[in-house]
């Protein structure tokens, strides 16, 4: 059973789109996510907005890319969302 809220829709994101994001994400600097004054071993790319958990400051940063824009576009489509993503995280 789903938790709610969770929309699973399959195949929301085609082969060629995935490989192209993969491609792209390749290319990024992920840097270690510092928790409670450490760094851990998850490592992050932020896109939009980045919050900083030492000093508990939001920062703005480069823009999502086009492909990443319209991946959430895709995704609030497909939720009966509005689009109103300002910011996205790799990991």
Same mark, same amino acid.
């Given at each position: ?11 929301? =994101?085609? @082969?060629?789109?995935? +490989? ?6 390749? *290319?990024?600097?992920?840097? !270690? %996510? $510092? ?8 490592? =992050?790319? @932020?896109?939009?907005? +980045? ?6 400051? *939001?920062?703005?940063?480069? !823009? %999502? $890319? ?26």
């Amino acid at each position: 059973m789903a938790p709610e809220g969770l929309h699973y829709v399959p195949d929301v =994101v085609t @082969p060629i789109q995935e +490989a192209a994001l993969l491609v792209q994400f390749a *290319v990024l600097s992920p840097q !270690p %996510m $510092p928790i409670r004054g450490r760094l851990t071993r998850r490592r =992050v790319h @932020p896109f939009g907005w +980045a919050y900083h958990p030492t000093n508990k400051q *939001v920062t703005q940063v480069a !823009p %999502m $890319p086009d492909s990443l824009v319209a991946l959430c576009h895709t995704c609030c489509e497909c939720c009966a969302m509005d689009n109103a993503f300002q910011q996205a995280t790799v990991t």
